[in-house]
């Protein structure tokens, strides 16, 4: 198994907090304005070790995988109604060959659908997910707390040493002390704040009922109607079709109590504190109540047109006159259909998925051909202009990695920062197998027997 940056990282967060934890508390007993009590030193070690304890359940608990029939386990009736309904898509993964359930994503480093994933977090080690994210909450929450506890008491000694600058040096702390205090106050002062940020934006989310990568669906739908709006309420989609695109609302938003409560998974706002908290089942995770604001057969995420799947073109021109009328020699039937054997299906490749070019490329493209048009009809002379313009688009040639999925939100992030598959997440919408269809198709109707 190759070495990885991320298998260093549980160890690292170890140490830290054990750095800050303890040779502050050495610290602590030994300078002005009076020594750490035996009550403080309780308290500061109880935090360490609920710190510690969250951390781990954090890093430790399974992220959660989707079972292979979590549809065919459903009532027959109550999943037919699902699968029915819009914002209950039937999502298929090419990499797992299985439905996904609402808010599941592929991520690359766990190689499995995650339920409600947030994000894969390199100091974890591990996904973010349905499961996880309580304890990942509560680490934080802790870690917030406990160090900003342990800051007011070093920052206290640091105000004694500064009204106490007068005296002779004889009488203060020695230069060993002195440069453990400034580096331990410093380093906890850093983490604090970089972690209380983190705790700020996830709280935020929790009461939105929103994960770090629907937050980025939200703003790319934005970005979308922006773009709608200038170009009459349509995009263009691959192969010239037009979508409409207009507002939706985000669904899973049921308030703010209720958000809470089932992204920390209970009701009792006593266990969201609670550090030996149950996980939440993987059952859970698998259907989320909507706010039903949208009607029936609304998609979530909205409709992109880059998102679609751009068809190849055919190698050979289809002639109606002689559909009927071709030489039906054997030798190359027989080449055909092993030729057609052989190309890769679209709902399972993903090594050879053709990206769209950005949107300001393709806009480039088609207001240089707008101009050349406005020039023919009223005789102006922007012509060399249109050349440049039109010529620096098709100059440009997408990086590895890059097209219309490698967009980036207002925080300059992508769906791959967050550890999705960008290749499975941004172009597996909706491409469910015919047999999988007609599977699920034969057990609606045996189910309908009963």
């Not at 029939?69 to 009736?77: F, G, T, V």
């Not at 039937?333 to 998925?353: C, F, G, H, I, N």
């Not at 992030?413 to 599977?439: A, S, W």
């Amino acid at each position: 198994m190759p070495f990885t940056i991320q298998q260093c990282a549980i160890p690292a967060v170890t140490f830290l907090i054990c750095l800050i934890a303890y040779p502050s508390q050495w610290l602590l007993r030994r300078l002005g304005p009076q020594p750490l009590t035996k009550q403080q030193s309780i308290i500061l070690h109880l935090y360490a070790l609920v710190i510690l304890f969250c951390y781990y359940k954090a890093c430790f608990t399974d992220p959660g995988r989707i079972p292979k029939d979590w549809i065919s386990r459903q009532s027959e009736k109550t999943e037919e109604k699902k699968l029915q309904d819009g914002r209950q898509r039937q999502r298929w993964c090419r990499k797992c060959q299985a439905y996904k359930p609402p808010r599941a994503h592929h991520c690359k480093t766990c190689e499995r659908c995650i339920p409600k994933m947030d994000h894969h977090c390199p100091w974890t080690a591990n996904c973010v997910s349905h499961t996880t994210f309580p304890h990942f909450v509560r680490f934080l929450f802790y870690a917030v707390a406990g160090m900003s506890h342990l800051g007011c008491l070093l920052w206290s000694r640091m105000y004694h040493l500064w009204t106490q600058r007068d005296l002779p040096s004889y009488l203060g702390p020695s230069p060993t002390l002195l440069f453990g205090l400034f580096f331990i106050t410093a380093l906890n002062s850093v983490v604090v704040f970089a972690l209380f940020i983190l705790l700020v934006r996830t709280l935020w989310c929790l009461g939105a009922n929103t994960t770090t990568i629907e937050g980025w669906e939200i703003e790319r739908h934005e970005t979308l109607l922006r773009r709608a709006r200038y170009l009459g309420g349509v995009l263009e989609g691959p192969n010239g079709t037009k979508i409409p695109i207009t507002r939706q609302e985000y669904p899973w938003d049921i308030g703010i109590f209720s958000n809470i409560a089932q992204g920390m998974g209970s009701w009792n706002p006593l266990a969201w504190f609670w550090p030996f908290s149950f996980t939440p089942s993987i059952e859970s995770g698998l259907h989320f109540e909507d706010n039903g604001l949208e009607a029936p057969g609304t998609t979530w995420p909205p409709p992109d047109p880059d998102r679609m799947f751009r068809m190849a073109p055919t190698e050979r021109a289809f002639d109606p006159s002689n559909a009927f009328t071709h030489s039906m020699d054997p030798e190359e039937v027989y080449k055909r259909q092993q030729a057609d054997r052989m190309r890769p299906s679209p709902a399972t490749d993903t090594s050879e998925l053709r990206r769209r070019q950005p949107f300001h490329v393709r806009y480039d493209k088609q207001n240089a051909q707008k101009r050349r048009d406005e020039d023919y009809v009223y005789g102006t002379d922007y012509e060399s202009d249109c050349e440049d313009q039109e010529q620096e688009a098709y100059d440009w040639q997408p990086k590895p990695g890059e097209g219309e999925e490698g967009w980036r939100n207002s925080e300059g992030e992508r769906l791959n920062d967050f550890g999705v598959d960008e290749d499975v997440e941004f172009y597996d919408e909706d491409e469910v197998p015919l047999g999988e269809l007609m599977k699920r198709k034969n057990l609606a109707n045996d189910g309908s027997k009963y």
